[in-house]
T-cell receptor, first 115, second 114 residues
């Protein structure tokens, strides 16, 4: 499978616990994005990387959230001290920046449920 | 676009008919628009895109129309098939040149009756 891969597909955790999600983008893509989607809504932008540099973060990304892309390939999104409001689908997308505007290819997401 | 919470607008069409899904976007400065299809349990799948210097673009069985005057985007699907059943989102790029950060609309559920 050469698409965007996310792991795990589902995560159930108790409030206050930390969770970490992983995203493996399409191999030649230099941009990687994290979005969050709640039931019945469109995805909301969280943050993005160009290679290993984190270039933009949404106001939605509180201090409890941290994302990394250490070698410019896979990325991790960590949520510390989870809250019930963090329950959502976390989507990763990647793209190849050619002229600043490019197609995003999304993974199937990680569904987080905070009890 | 507006978020409509749990109650997505639903378009129900007969197999073989044409479908038109509409979207109102929010930022007159947006210059890139995309339609995505999302099936249950999957991430959004790219369908077609259009830049603001165009008003129409055609793909295979799909056409996107852009009306910048009224900030309206539509997706036309010809000869709708059961496999087209999904939620459709329009998205706009509100930060051109600074990464493809997209703002998504609230989605429309398309149901195709066989």
């Amino acid at each position: 499978d050469t698409g965007v891969s996310q792991d795990p597909r589902h995560k159930i955790t108790k409030r206050g616990q930390n969770v970490t999600f992983r995203c493996d983008p399409i191999s030649e893509h230099n941009r990687l994005y994290w979005y969050r989607q709640t039931l019945g809504q469109g995805p909301e932008f969280l943050t993005y990387f160009q290679n290993e540099a984190q270039l933009e973060k949404s106001r939605l990304l509180s201090d409890r959230f941290s994302a990394e892309r250490p070698k410019g390939s896979f990325s991790t999104l960590e949520i510390q001290r989870t809250e019930q409001g963090d329950s959502a689908m976390y989507l990763c997308a990647s793209s190849l920046d050619v002229r600043g505007l490019e197609k995003l290819f999304f993974g199937s997401g990680t569904q987080l449920s905070v009890l | 676009g507006e978020n409509v919470g749990l109650h997505l607008p639903t378009l129900s069409v007969q197999e073989g008919d044409n479908s038109i899904i509409n979207c109102a976007y929010s930022n007159s400065a947006s210059d890139y628009f995309i339609w995505y299809k999302q099936e249950s349990g999957k991430g959004p799948q790219f369908i077609i895109d259009i830049r603001s210097n165009m008003d129409k673009r055609q793909g295979q069985r799909v056409t996107v129309l852009l009306n910048k005057t009224v900030k309206h985007l539509s997706l036309q699907i010809a000869a709708t098939q059961p496999g087209d059943s999904a939620v459709y989102f329009c998205a706009e790029n509100i930060s051109p040149g600074a990464g493809n950060m997209l703002t998504f609309g609230g989605g429309t559920r398309l149901m195709v009756k066989p």
